[in-house]
């Protein structure tokens, strides 16, 4: 019987916001080397890992080429350091995406830049509670504007350019969870599930043209913005609680899942949601509003 070869992996001492060094994964099986990617809101405060930064730099890990998109040039310009740092190659992009001409632009520049574009991740959001009575009419429109239009925008000017540039592409929107269990979050819950809904209506009419679309669902993820956000200690614990694994989730989480399904190790997989929550949707624990 033949003998198994084992690889050792070098694991070092954590770095920015609790993640291993793990540069040295670059393009190990994922079939991204080569690629380019947009990702919205890839900005973050400080050195913070927000969602959008650890899809980023997490795609560069795997060889690819990365347009940050953020609102704020400066957040986006420190990710795409952050991925120079760690030798990828990355750029950095201002556009506020609720507006078709600035996504038409920003697609513009990835291909400018490096070429072609194969994949997107759209990921941005923004949050409001209460219920139907309570909703001012402009915030909920704000909200649609925000989580849903963004994200038609985006792909309605990517997917042509995916399909001429590279043959082929693929899409993440990130939803959360307030679409699968709703807590006080009406608009907010209505635009994910909006998002869920326009993942799967994607899926369908591009599939045939190679173009995969998927979608990740956050639970209680601990980010920059709810750190901006203040939450007390109580309501972080609450958080920890809610999951059934008794620990909290990280902006890298998400990008683990965004990276998994933008790669080709997930390339018989379209139209999908993969919930990404330490398991809080399969009980009912209490959970307050503000750890949505």
Same mark, same amino acid.
């Given at each position: ?27 190990? @099986?994922?079939?991204?080397? *080569? ?10 405060? =400080?050195? @913070?890992? =927000?969602? @959008? ?115 082929? *592409? ?19 819950? %209505? ?7 326009? %993942?799967?209506? /994607? ?15 956050? @639970? ?9 956000? =203040? /939450? ?18 990280? =902006? ?36 307050? %509003?503000?750890?949505?």
């Amino acid at each position: 019987m033949a003998r198994r070869a084992w690889v050792s992996v070098r694991v070092l001492a954590p770095s920015w916001w609790g993640e291993r060094d793990l540069s040295s994964e670059r393009g190990l @099986g994922f079939g991204l080397e *080569g690629k380019v990617a947009i990702v919205t809101g890839g900005g973050a405060a =400080g050195d @913070g890992i =927000g969602n @959008g930064r650890a899809a980023a730099i997490l795609l560069s890990r795997a060889g690819a080429c990365v347009l940050v998109v953020d609102r704020q040039i400066e957040l986006a310009r420190r990710t795409a350091e952050m991925i120079a740092a760690e030798g990828g190659n990355a750029a950095a992009c201002a556009a506020d995406v609720t507006e078709d001409a600035q996504c038409g632009t920003m697609v513009e520049t990835a291909l400018a830049r490096f070429g072609r574009l194969d994949l997107l991740d759209n990921n941005v959001g923004i949050a409001s509670k209460g219920s139907v009575v309570d909703e001012d009419p402009q915030v909920w429109r704000r909200v649609m504007q925000v989580n849903i239009e963004s994200m038609f925008l985006a792909s309605k000017h990517a997917i042509p350019a995916m399909i001429q540039t590279a043959g082929a *592409g693929a899409i993440v929107n990130v939803a959360s969870i307030a679409a699968l269990r709703p807590r006080g979050m009406t608009a907010y819950s %209505t635009s994910k599930g909006a998002v869920i809904a326009l %993942t799967r209506a /994607m899926a369908v009419d591009h599939g045939p043209q190679g173009i995969r679309v998927n979608c990740v669902a956050p @639970g209680p993820v601990y980010t920059p913005m709810v750190a901006v956000a =203040g /939450m007390s200690p109580a309501a972080r614990e609450r958080r920890r609680q809610a999951s059934v694994l008794g620990m909290e989730g990280t =902006g890298w989480d998400v990008g683990y899942a965004v990276r998994f399904l933008l790669s080709d190790q997930a390339r018989f997989i379209t139209g999908q949601t993969l919930v990404v929550d330490g398991g809080a949707t399969l009980v009912s624990r209490p959970r307050a %509003t503000d750890s949505q």
